[in-house]
C-alpha cells in the first residue's frame, strides 16, 4: 500500500536489524533506537501528537475504541486515489482520519486539522505504525511497545525518506510543517510519464487502479501475464515505476497503453 515507495532497500533493513541484534542480543532492551525514532518523528511531524502501535491494524482498532474512526469506516486517502477507483467510491471513509503519504502533491495532502496514519517506506512485517494529530486532539494510548529493530528500522527509515527530498531536508510551509512530497529524480519522472492510463491513474508517484471490483480478477490476470503480482491487499496503490528495470517498464507501459 505505498511502503515500498523508496524500493524495498532488503538489504539497508536486514543489516540495521543484525546490527541491532548483536547489540541487544535479539531482545529490545536498550531504548536507544526508540529515542532516535522519537527524536525523528517530532522533526518530521513537528507540532503534532504522536503515538506508535504495532501495525496499522492496531492503530485502526484504537482510533475505533475511542470512537474517532467509525466501526466500518476506512481511513481517507487523496481525492485522486478515489476518482480513479471506481466502484469502491461507495465505501464510507472518514473525515477526520486520513492516510499520510510521501511525495504527494501539496493539494493531495491531508488537512492539517485532521489525525493521519503517515505510510513509512517500513516494511508491515516490522510491527510498527505511526499515528499523530493535532495538538488539539487526543490519540489513544499506544498500548504494546513494538520491538527495538521495529524502531531502528522506522529511524533508517525516516532519514531515507528525509534524504529523497530535494537538499536531503523537507521543504516548509510558513507555519514550518515539512512539504515531504519531494523532488523525483530525472529517471522517475521520465519512467513515470511513460506509463499509460488503460488501468492505472497516477497520483503523484502512485499508480491507483482504475477497475471495478467485477474488473478485479481479470485485471490481476492481465498484470500476471507480464510478470506484475498484484498482492491481495486493498489494492489501493500500485507499483513505483521509477524501481523498474527498462524492460519491466516497458512491459508496464505496454500494458496500461503507454508508450
Known amino acids: 500500500n505505498g511502503r515500498a515507495i523508496l524500493g524495498h532497500r532488503t538489504r539497508t533493513i536486514g543489516r540495521r536489524v543484525l546490527e541491532e541484534m548483536s547489540r541487544t542480543g535479539g531482545a529490545a532492551l536498550s531504548g536507544r533506537w526508540e529515542a532516535r525514532a522519537w527524536k525523528a518523528l517530532s522533526r518530521l511531524f513537528p507540532g503534532r501528537n504522536i503515538a506508535v502501535f504495532t501495525g496499522l491494524g492496531e492503530a485502526v482498532a484504537a482510533l475505533r475504541k475511542i470512537s474517532l474512526l467509525g466501526p466500518t469506516a476506512r481511513p481517507t486517502d487523496p481525492p485522486c486515489f478515489y476518482g480513479a477507483r471506481r466502484g469502491l467510491c461507495d ?3 472518514s473525515p477526520d482520519v ?6 504527494l502533491p501539496e493539494e493531495a495532502m491531508p488537512p492539517p486539522e485532521a489525525i493521519q496514519l503517515p505510510i513509512l ?3 508491515a512485517a ?4 505511526v499515528v499523530t494529530a493535532p495538538r488539539r ?3 489513544p494510548d499506544g498500548g504494546q511497545r513494538p520491538a527495538e529493530v521495529a524502531f531502528a528500522v522506522l529511524t533508517r527509515a525516516i532519514a531515507d ?3 529523497a527530498n530535494s537538499g536531503g531536508e523537507p521543504e516548509r510551509d510558513s507555519k514550518g510543517r515539512p512539504r ?3 523532488q523525483l529524480s530525472g529517471r522517475s519522472e521520465r519512467a513515470l510519464s511513460e506509463v499509460g492510463d488503460a488501468w492505472v491513474a497516477r497520483c503523484g508517484p502512485y499508480l491507483v487502479p482504475r477497475w471495478c471490483p467485477l474488473e478485479e480478477s ?3 490476470r492481465r498484470f500476471a501475464e507480464k510478470g506484475f503480482y498484484l498482492g491481495p491487499s486493498d489494492r489501493t496503490t500500485l507499483v513505483m515505476p521509477a524501481l523498474l528495470s527498462r524492460g519491466e517498464l516497458q512491459a508496464l507501459a505496454g500494458l496500461t497503453g503507454g508508450r
Do not use: D
Open 137 to 139: 486532539r487526543r490519540l
Open 218 to 220: 481479470e485485471a490481476v
Open 126 to 129: 516490522f510491527g510498527i505504525q
Open 180 to 182: 515531504t512530497r519531494g
Open 121 to 123: 517506506p517500513v516494511p
Open 161 to 163: 525518506l528525509r534524504s
Open 98 to 103: 486520513w492516510y499520510w503519504r510521501p511525495f
Open 91 to 93: 465505501a464510507e471513509y
